[in-house]
């Protein structure tokens, strides 16, 4: 199939004679460019709905209504509104690693930030390839589609489609005010946003050379969360067909935010504005957006962004709808990496920092009982790096494909454990996104990256566009991946080695399915 790709973009390249891609979208030609020796065609910028500016601000995307006869979309558009958290940690990545900080540009930012991009290795609308849609994490605060290690030039090669999206960030996607009208859209802006783009997808990707009958979100933290909330929001029926979650498993284990909540956070800004509450939606409106950026995070600089239950995209938490909604005949894999906490705990970490901070840092488990199953470890940070990871990810993830796997659909587990072969990619471990480059194929130039890193990059882009092609992820030149079930319940380690193995860290996941039986009278028996 990859050679009938080239073929085709061979003969668009000279049969049509021209030197750039064109793609007529929704009464506009989009120009874009030829990346990869022209074997793939980039489509950067491309406008999904119009600029969520003025009094489109807290409002559901609207459908874009400014068009050009020929829009240049050869450039990556603004980030959404955020602060520089992300920049910073990449740039704290590559001095770690001995690089400049400047390896990574300043980044542009505007509340005009509505863009996806497409990589495609043929523009012939009857190739029907299958199409990834990439939803960036970031805590739904930070982020931006084309972080270096999202560019889809090197993946697009593998016979997909590959999409980058957008969303609303923070205050700008994540906010209500009781002033905004029942017959709209009230709060979740940044699904809203995800939805419009789905949207955009199934309209129009076929003429990239993707199937629309073929849609595969896959995303990473906050990003996978967000896939898995969408699985039961009724907006995004039809919209996508499987999904890839990295390093999550979705919201409200505990609790989520309503509605109300969301109402009283916007009247909560008002105030730190200034702004009298009566009548304040017009005037916050009006404020300029590096304001409300700065004075939102002054007010609220822990808050974290999950969706709203708000009756109107979703009705009840995700953690709920997993057990009482089922999954539409979709299939998902999950996957953790093994060091996610360490390279954020504190070098100096110790074992009263353990005991003390640790027991807020985590939900769903009994943490004195987890405490003692971490005690043997010579390093408390990498104790403290063990509890986060088991809680907050690995182990509900585990739980996620248990009960989809139990309840007749697919599910498939990874577990990532490749550190770069470097004396700092070894210290750092698994860290939180080291999985990037394998799936993307965009390794960092200062990193260390050899045939094992090659070797493994290969094996896990198989994997998810095989995924993506079939639903399954198993193939006859790769590793046998067996599904997450009962009684074995393995994983794919995704590592020095291409192995199944039995899950990791039965003890602390079994607390977590003890501590889950007694809150919601379910339990997963993967003790």
């Known amino acids: 199939m990859r050679f009938i790709a080239l073929v085709l973009t061979f003969i668009l390249l000279t049969g ?15 120009a874009g460019k030829y ?37 240049p979309v050869r450039e990556f558009a603004p980030a959404c ?48 390839l ?53 017959n709209e859209p009230r709060a979740n802006f940044g699904y809203w946003d995800l939805v419009a783009s789905l949207e955009w997808v199934r309209d129009n990707v076929e003429k990239f050379g993707g199937d629309p009958g073929r849609v595969t979100l896959f995303g990473e933290s906050a990003g996978a969360a967000n896939i898995l909330t969408l699985m039961f929001a009724p907006a995004a029926d039809g919209l996508f067909h499987r999904g890839i979650l990295q390093s999550s498993a979705g919201f409200g ?12 956070r916007g009247l909560g800004l008002a105030e730190a504005l200034g702004i009298p509450a009566d009548n304040s939606l017009a005037a916050m409106r009006a404020v ?35 057990h009482t909604e089922g999954f539409a005949g979709r299939q ?11 390279s954020s705990a504190a070098e100096d970490t110790t074992w009263d920092d353990v005991s003390r901070k640790g027991a807020d840092l985590i939900e769903g488990i009994d943490y004195e009982a987890a405490l003692e199953i971490v005690r043997s470890e010579a390093d408390p940070r ?38 770069r072969e470097d004396e700092v990619g070894q210290a750092l471990g698994a860290y939180h996104g080291s999985e990037y480059p394998y799936v993307f194929g965009m390794h960092d130039a200062y990193m260390t990256t050899n045939e094992t890193d090659l070797a493994l990059e290969e094996i896990v882009q198989q994997y998810w566009v095989r995924f993506a092609a079939t639903g399954n992820p198993n193939g006859s030149s790769t590793p046998d991946w067996p599904r997450f079930e009962a009684p074995s319940f393995r994983v794919q380690e995704l590592g020095d080695e291409v192995l199944s193995k039995p899950a990791p860290e039965a003890e602390l996941c079994g607390l977590f399915e003890e501590w889950h039986a007694e809150t919601f009278g379910r339990s997963n028996s993967l003790n």
């Open 253 to 264: 284990i505990k609790r989520m935010s309503d509605l109300d909540d969301e109402q009283r």
């Open 130 to 182: 299958p199409v990834m849609v990439w939803i960036h994490g970031g805590s739904n605060k930070s982020g931006w589609s084309y972080e270096k290690n999202y560019h889809g030039d090197k993946l697009a090669q593998e016979d997909v489609v590959v999409v980058s999206v957008a969303y609303r960030q923070g205050v700008f996607g994540f906010l209500s005010h009781p002033e905004l009208p029942d």
């Open 81 to 128: 509104m955020q602060t520089m958290r992300i920049l910073d940690w990449y740039r704290w990545m590559a001095e770690q690693f001995g690089a400049s900080p400047d390896y990574y540009e300043d980044l542009e930012i505007s509340e005009d930030c509505l863009y996806l991009n497409v990589w495609t290795p043929t523009l012939e609308p009857d190739a029907k």
């Open 382 to 419: 990498r104790a403290m790096d063990r509890l986060i990871t088991a809680a907050s990810m690995l182990c509900a993830s585990q739980h996620v494909a248990a009960t989809m796997t139990a309840n007749r659909h697919d599910a498939w587990m990874y577990h990532f454990t490749r550190t």
């Open 16 to 30: 049509c004679g021209s030197s750039s891609p064109a793609v007529s979208v929704n009464g506009e030609k989009l």
């Open 35 to 71: 990346i990869e020796d022209g074997k793939v065609a980039a489509f950067l910028g491309v406008p999904f709905a119009e600029p969520p500016v003025g009094t489109l601000r807290w409002r559901a995307p609207q459908p874009v209504v400014t068009k050009l006869k020929e829009r």
């Open 288 to 322: 300029p957006a590096e304001q409300i950026l700065d004075v939102y995070t002054a007010t609220y600089p822990d808050y974290y962004h999950s969706p709203a239950i708000d009756g109107q995209l979703l009705f009840r938490s995700t953690w709920e709808s997993v």
């Open 332 to 342: 998902l894999i999950l996957g953790s990496n093994y060091h996610e906490y360490y």
